[in-house]
């Protein structure tokens, strides 16, 4: 059996995976694709720069190739004489955003499918997250090839798009949830012994992923969940190999069995009840992070009469017509409100948002995670969807701004070239025609974004 595993799946699968693969420094962005480019100067707007110092008024800042060449108050810049220049009197720079919770690549309409997982969906939904201004995500257990060769920030030859981290394959056990939901069967790893835990952790660590995902729940006790001898022996074999580990989880009971065993973030909420000291002691002893995925919360119920966002022109412009109008007919809202479990739906959703107020006050390192791809989950609008119910939560705006870009960065392990806007750090940058710090909902007045230095059409 172990043999027979380590011939088909180790050797068939992961030697041409190696050698596909760049070496790290290069995926995670030095790549020059706007080197022989002009410098861009941005002249007169206000810049936050996630890192958590005060916004820097009437200030300068100059992308040259794929970087931040240079930023400050003016006077304290000299603009390069080749420049061309941008006048942002008004405007407000952030960094790109961060989801640390992503899918790409597996929805078409409103199906999920493992067939639809080719080079085309994935690019052309990394593109769509491009238009929103959430320029890296964290694409948490579901990818299969050819994402070895699409992963880290576009390469010079390829239109601009988000860069994309990956987990590969997550785990769940055998029959487990969410394998045995629609679409779903062959997506996650389904795992009944330790051999098979270690074997899998192993090939997941010659394909180099950037995290390794599990998936701990029962949703209500209606599927089988992964045993805790399994997950515990995943997060010490994924450490042993240097790999961190995210978990869907959505009982407190759970929480603290993972981040016991290790768990480097949560990719969820706690769910099921309040948080308690103790949980909260070991996140911060075990310095685990927590992505709240709120607008996941929300899409559990929010399709059960035709949400408001569906004609909002920030959301409709990029969104496929046809989605549009299967959502708004009232055949959709009638399954969603059949589901056995739709009226705890809302429930989850406060708990969730009163989870994230008290985990951030008491100094747990939240992330913006959105849960989006999956059908009407939608990539770009929901992040910023997402950082208004984390103000709604009680957060500041800039709070919000933080988990999006520093502390997801931090949460990655990716600060070196992500997460803030530095003099040599990645030019990834959204510039806004309003100060998202007065109302967060200015996130969506987009005048322009560049990616590593390109600017997004
Ligand atoms: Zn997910």
Do not use: C
């Amino acid at each position: 059996m172990k043999k027979r595993k380590l011939l088909g799946v180790g050797i068939s699968l992961s030697l041409p995976l190696l050698l596909l693969l760049p070496a790290q420094s290069e995926r995670n962005g030095s790549p020059l694709s706007a080197a022989n480019a002009p410098a861009v100067v941005i002249d007169g707007a206000q810049i936050w720069d996630g890192t958590g110092r005060p916004p820097i008024r009437d200030a300068i800042l100059v992308i040259r190739g794929a970087r931040v060449e240079a930023l400050g108050p003016r006077g304290s810049v000299q603009a390069p004489q080749d420049a061309v220049t941008i006048p942002a009197k008004g405007k407000t720079i952030i960094p790109g955003l961060i989801n640390t919770h992503g899918h790409v690549g597996m929805t078409k309409g409103l199906k999920s499918a493992r067939e639809n997982y080719t080079r085309d969906n994935v690019v052309s939904q990394l593109k769509q997250y491009a238009r929103y201004g959430v320029t890296t995500i964290m694409s948490l257990g579901t990818d299969f090839e050819p994402m070895s060769e699409i992963r880290g920030a576009a390469r010079p030859e390829e239109p601009v798009r988000a860069t994309v981290f990956t987990a590969g394959r997550g785990f769940t056990g055998k029959n487990g949830y969410p394998a045995v939901l629609p679409g779903n069967a062959g997506v996650p790893r389904e795992v009944d012994t330790i051999e098979e835990v270690q074997s899998q952790v192993q090939e997941l660590a010659r394909q180099k992923v950037d995290m390794v995902k599990i998936w701990v729940d029962d949703h209500w006790g209606h599927y089988s969940k992964i045993r805790p001898e399994l997950y515990r022996a995943i997060i010490a074999e994924a450490h042993k190999h240097n790999l961190r580990v995210m978990a869907h989880l959505f009982y407190l009971e759970d929480a603290k069995e993972l981040v016991k065993a290790g768990l480097d973030g949560m990719a969820h909420s706690v769910r099921d009840r309040e948080v308690d000291g103790e949980l909260i002691q070991a996140l911060k002893a075990r310095k685990t992070f927590a992505v709240p995925t709120l607008v996941r919360e929300e899409s559990t119920f929010i399709y059960a009469e035709p949400p408001a966002f569906l004609d909002d022109p920030f959301f409709s412009r990029w969104a496929d017509p046809l989605v549009v109008r299967q959502l708004k007919d009232p055949a959709y809202g009638a399954r969603i409100k059949s589901d056995p479990d739709f009226s705890r739906y809302p429930g989850q959703l406060k708990t969730g948002q009163k989870n994230l107020k008290k985990l951030w006050d008491a100094g747990v390192t939240i992330a913006l995670g959105s849960d989006s791809g999956p059908p009407a989950r939608f990539q770009g609008f929901f992040e910023h969807r997402e950082l208004e119910l984390m103000v709604q939560a009680g957060l500041t705006p800039a709070q919000a701004l933080l988990a999006a870009t520093s502390n997801a960065a931090e949460a990655l392990k990716i600060s070196r070239d992500f997460g803030t806007l530095e003099k040599g750090k990645r030019a990834d940058l959204i510039l806004l025609d309003a100060d998202p710090l007065q109302d967060i909902r200015n996130t969506r007045k987009i005048h322009k974004i560049w990616i590593g230095g390109r600017e997004v059409d």
